[in-house]
C-alpha cells in the first residue's frame, strides 16, 4: 500500500530529526514523568505491541540508544510497508474495521506528529508543525471526542491566550502548553 508508506514517510522523516537532534535522553519532556528517552520508548513499543498483535515478527531492539532504537524500528515498519498486502491487511480497531496501514499512517502518524512536539520541548525547542499537520492533530481530537481524554491519553484541554497561534490552540486541546507566539492568521 503505497499510500501508507508515503503518509509514514511523512510522519516519520521529521520525527527522526528531531530524534538525531537529542543531547539528553534524561531530559524532561511535557509528557509527565517521562523524559525524552521515555518518550522515544513509548512511541516504538506501542507501535511494536500493535504490529507483533497483528502477526509480524520484528526483531529485538537495542535499548540502549533510543535514536538507534528509533531508526530500527522505522526502517522495519517502512520495509514492512513495502511488501505488498501487509499495508491492506484489515482487521477490527476500535472504531470498528480498518487496515493495518490505515492504523499506522494515521493513529501511529497522529503520535510521530504530537511527540516530535514532546521531544522538541524536552529541549526547550518549538517544533514547527505544518497546516496540515495541525489539520490532522485537530481532526483526530474531533474525532476521538471524549476518549481522548481518557486515562494516560491526553490531560484535558489547557487555556491558551487571545493572541495564540493556531499550533499552541490544537496542542492545547491535547492538555501541551505550546510556547504561545503572536497569531498570524
Not at 531492539?61 to 514492512?80: G, T, Y
Amino acid at each position: 500500500m503505497a499510500d501508507s508508506l508515503q503518509t509514514w514517510t511523512a510522519h516519520a522523516d521529521p520525527f527522526t530529526e528531531v530524534v538525531a537532534s537529542i543531547t539528553d535522553w534524561d531530559a524532561q519532556s511535557p509528557c509527565d514523568g517521562w523524559t525524552a528517552r521515555n518518550v522515544v520508548d513509548h512511541v516504538v513499543d506501542t507501535e511494536r505491541e500493535f504490529l507483533t498483535g497483528q502477526g509480524f515478527d520484528l526483531p529485538n531492539l537495542d535499548h540502549s540508544d533510543p535514536s538507534a532504537r528509533w531508526r530500527a524500528h522505522d526502517a522495519k515498519v517502512r520495509e514492512l510497508l513495502a511488501e505488498p498486502g501487509v499495508g491492506d491487511k484489515t482487521y477490527d480497531g476500535h472504531f470498528g474495521p480498518t487496515t493495518v496501514g490505515e492504523t499506522l499512517s494515521q493513529f501511529y502518524g497522529f503520535d510521530l506528529l504530537v511527540h516530535r512536539w514532546d521531544l522538541a520541548a524536552s529541549h526547550g525547542e518549538r517544533a514547527l508543525l505544518t497546516d496540515p499537520e495541525l489539520d490532522e492533530i485537530d481532526s483526530a481530537v474531533t474525532g476521538w471526542g471524549e476518549h481522548a481524554y481518557a486515562p494516560g491519553i491526553f490531560a484535558r484541554p489547557v487555556d491558551v491566550p487571545t493572541d495564540a497561534d493556531r499550533q499552541a490552540e490544537v496542542l492545547a486541546r491535547t492538555g501541551r502548553v505550546d510556547r504561545v507566539t503572536t497569531a498570524t492568521r
